[in-house]
């Protein structure tokens, strides 16, 4: 039977989102890391999971998106 593991990191100092790694290391502990670690061509998970292809895939290709948007609606004068 696998047990899932089932929290919330806290946010970084800065404020910003944190997200556990998929997998504990080696000694059953959980990395938090910066949601702007993803995909970053940096391995910051114990088995490397926040740079695995099949994911960045999907996930930086919607950040961007979400990054042009997010942009956009800031810049909207309200009349």
Do not use: V
Not at 5 to 16: K, L, Q, S
Not at 34 to 43: E, R, S, W
């Amino acid at each position: 039977m696998k047990t899932i593991f089932c929290a919330e990191c806290p946010p970084a100092a800065d404020g910003t989102a944190q997200l556990f790694c998929p997998s504990p290391d080696e000694d059953g502990d959980w990395a938090c890391i910066d949601q702007d670690a993803l995909c970053d061509d940096i391995p910051d998970c114990p088995n490397t999971e926040d740079e695995m292809p099949s994911s960045c895939l999907f996930y930086t290709p919607m950040r961007d998106q979400l990054e042009d948007i997010f942009f956009i609606l800031s810049h909207i004068q309200y009349q």
